[in-house]
C-alpha cells in the first residue's frame, strides 16, 4: 500500500479528484494518508474531512519558511508519505524540502510548461494569445514549475472563451493529469535521462 501526502492551500478541486480515483480503484493500492493546507480557510481541508481523512492546518502565515516546513515535513514523515502532491499549494518549496522526498513530489500546473510558469498561468495564456494551453504534472525541484514533466493534456483556446471558460477546461484535464501522472510514478517503469521522463520499453504500448 502506498501512501500519498496532499498539500494544498485552497479549493483543493485537484485533491478531491485524486481521492476520487483511490476511492474507485484507478490508482490501485495507494491511499491518502494525510492532507495539510498551510491556510485555514482551505476548502479542500473541509472536504478531506468530510471524506474522513487525516487533515490538518499547518499555518505558515508570520512563520518562518524552516520553522514551518520542519513541522509540514515531519507531519508528512509521520503519515509515512510515500508521495507528496502538491494540489494548489501556493508555496514555493526550499531545497532541504525537496531533499527530504528524493523524486517523490509531484506538482500540477495549469499551463504547458515551459510556458507560463507562475501565478494565474491561465490568465497569462488567454492574454497572450496562444491557441493551446494546458496543464503540466512534474517532478518538484529547486526552482518554480521547472522539474522534469510527467504528463502535459493540452487545451485549445475558442475564439469564444474568456479566462473563465477557459480556466474551467483545463482544470478538467489537470484532474485527469494527476491520476496518470501518480500512476506513472508509482508504477517505476521510467527513467529519468535529463529533463526526459522515458517510459520504459516494457510499458510502452500499455
Ligand atoms: C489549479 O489550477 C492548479 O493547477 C493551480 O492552482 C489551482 C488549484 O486548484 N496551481 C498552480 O498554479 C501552481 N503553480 P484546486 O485547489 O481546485 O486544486
Known sequence: MKNLGILLSGRGSNFEAIAKSVAAGRIPDARIAV?????????????????????????SQGKERTHHEVEVVSALQQHAVDLVCLAGYMRLLSPWFVRQFPGRILNIH???????????AQQQAFAYGVKVTGCTVHFVDEELDHGPIIVQRAVPVLDT???????????????????????IVFEGKFEIVGRRLQRKAACLGE
Do not use: W
Not at 35 to 58: C, D, K, M, P, Q
Not at 110 to 120: K, Q, T
Open 110 to 120: 495549469p499551463s504547458l510548461l515551459p510556458a507560463f510558469p507562475g501565478l494565474e
Open 161 to 183: 472563451d474568456d479566462e473563465r471558460s477557459l480556466s474551467e477546461r483545463i482544470l478538467e484535464q489537470e484532474h485527469i493529469a494527476y491520476t496518470e501522472a501518480i500512476n
Open 35 to 59: 492532507v495539510i493546507s498551510n491556510r485555514a480557510t482551505a476548502a479542500g481541508i473541509e472536504t478531506a474531512r468530510r471524506l474522513g481523512l487525516s487533515a490538518f492546518i499547518i499555518p
